[in-house]
Nanobody, 122 residues
Framework: QVQVVESGGGLVQAGGSLRLSCAASGRSFSRMGWFRQAPGKEREFVAAINWSGGVTYYADSGKGRFTISRDNAKNTLYLQMNSLKPEDTAVYYC?????????????????WGQGTQVTVSS
């Protein structure tokens, strides 16, 4: 059974940091990414990474503050978030897929976690 499970969300003050983790089981995924959805808004892209970890891509909102990484031996994806802002408040979702390259769109991902809440207070 394939599962993708996020963890690491929580409540943090503005300027603080959080590290999200995403554990995949049942198979390995060449393409993985993070998306987020704030209340009343559509789900949006945050960051993505290819199989080797050598290629990463970030939404403008996270550039310079967020770092995506993966440990293929542990089949785990990470998102280090620094200098958090209240506008980063959202449910963060891990997404996984096969295939080559890097996935930037929701439609490219077949497997999704249940989400983890990140709340940044001002």
């Amino acid at each position: 059974q394939v599962q993708v499970v996020e963890s690491g969300g929580g409540l943090v003050q503005a300027g603080g940091s959080l590290r999200l983790s995403c554990a995949a089981s049942g198979r390995s995924f060449s393409r993985m990414g993070w998306f987020r959805q704030a209340p009343g808004k559509e789900r949006e892209f945050v960051a993505a990474i290819n199989w080797s970890g050598g290629v990463t891509y970030y939404a403008d909102s996270g550039k310079g503050r967020f770092t995506i990484s993966r440990d293929n031996a542990k089949n785990t994806l990470y998102l280090q978030m620094n200098s958090l802002k209240p506008e980063d408040t959202a449910v963060y979702y891990c997404a996984a897929a096969g295939g080559a390259g890097i996935g930037l769109r929701i439609s490219e991902y077949s497997y999704w976690g249940q989400g983890t809440q990140v709340t940044v207070s001002s």
